[in-house]
């Protein structure tokens, strides 16, 4: 649920192994602010499965219904969220394309100019689609709850496997490239996700993506389908839960770390998003 932020603003995943860049761990959408990550980017391969319960997911301001799941190319902006407040379970797996480069040669020939120019931003898993399902449960194997000695072969030779089924059925295919509104929203996301603890104005955020202020604001709404102040609210949220289950500071001092202005207006915000307060979040996950 926490992430930090690499130069290129894109997000600094938190891997199961620190140097082994994949990641793969259950989620609940309910532990997320008003049943909604918040959107982000990063250069992983990232799918989505649903194990239970039924969700939604925005790809570059573009809303999809979930049949089995999702599988999202390298640097796109999404997030999944549901407007019923639904509860979902889900297994989310990312894989950097690094771990597809055994050599320079196959790095150039197959895996960058595959992700950059043939792989469609998402993929809907289907069920009824064979080679769909076979990726859901090559992703599925790796998430067995434990690690051991022996698991970073079995990611490494599912991910060749997936990558082999995408390349069969798009390598022929041809996207178009990232477009100037998507990097300008990477930027003032990016900004804010760097800046969230100190006070932001919609001046500063539309400045960092070289736009002006209507723009910025017209640009969160198509993409995101939100305000930036309501993508900022909902950031700071995200950072204080995991002071609230991290940490042992009291409420007072968690509002100011996440940048709002102070406890009741946290509180207000926290209660209006979740239903209860800070307090009863804590002992509730506790």
């Known amino acids: 649920m926490s992430f930090s932020i690499n130069s290129d603003l894109s997000e600094n995943v938190a891997y199961n192994r620190p140097l082994f860049p994949a990641y793969a761990k259950r989620g609940l959408l309910s532990t997320y602010p008003n049943y909604s990550a918040v959107s982000h980017w990063h250069d992983d391969i990232e799918m989505n499965i649903l194990l239970s319960g039924g969700m939604d997911f925005n790809v570059n301001g573009e809303v999809v219904k979930l049949k089995k799941g999702i599988l999202i190319n390298s640097r796109q902006l999404h997030y999944g969220f549901?407007?019923?407040?639904?509860?979902?379970?889900?297994?989310?797996?990312?894989?950097?394309?690094?771990?597809?480069?055994?050599?320079?040669?196959?790095?150039?020939?197959?895996?960058?100019?595959?992700?950059?120019?043939?792989?469609?931003?998402?993929?809907?898993?289907?069920?009824?689609?064979?080679?769909?399902?076979?990726i859901v449960n090559l992703a599925s194997e790796l998430f067995t709850g434990e690690e051991s000695e022996l698991s970073p072969f079995l990611v490494q030779e599912n991910f060749f496997r997936i990558f082999e089924l995408l390349y069969r059925n798009f390598s022929g295919e041809s996207v178009p490239v990232d477009s100037e509104q998507l990097e300008c929203m990477r930027k003032m996301m990016g900004f804010i996700q760097k800046n969230y603890c100190s006070p932001i104005s919609l001046e500063q955020i539309a400045r960092a993506g070289g736009c002006c202020k209507s723009k910025c604001s017209s640009l969160f709404k198509s993409h995101l389908s939100q305000s930036p102040g309501q993508y900022l609210i909902a950031y700071r949220l995200n950072k204080s839960i995991d002071l609230l289950l991290g940490t042992t500071q009291s409420v007072t001092e968690i509002a100011f770390a996440a940048g709002f202005g102070g406890s009741s207006y946290y509180c207000e915000a926290f209660r209006k998003h979740f239903g209860i307060s800070p307090k009863e979040y804590r002992k509730l996950k506790k």
Do not use: T
């Open 82 to 134: 549901s407007k019923s407040r639904q509860e979902c379970e889900f297994l989310c797996v990312l894989f950097h394309p690094g771990l597809l480069c055994a050599n320079d040669w196959f790095r150039s020939r197959y895996v960058m100019p595959f992700f950059a120019q043939h792989m469609p931003p998402y993929l809907i898993l289907s069920d009824e689609i064979p080679w769909h399902s076979d």
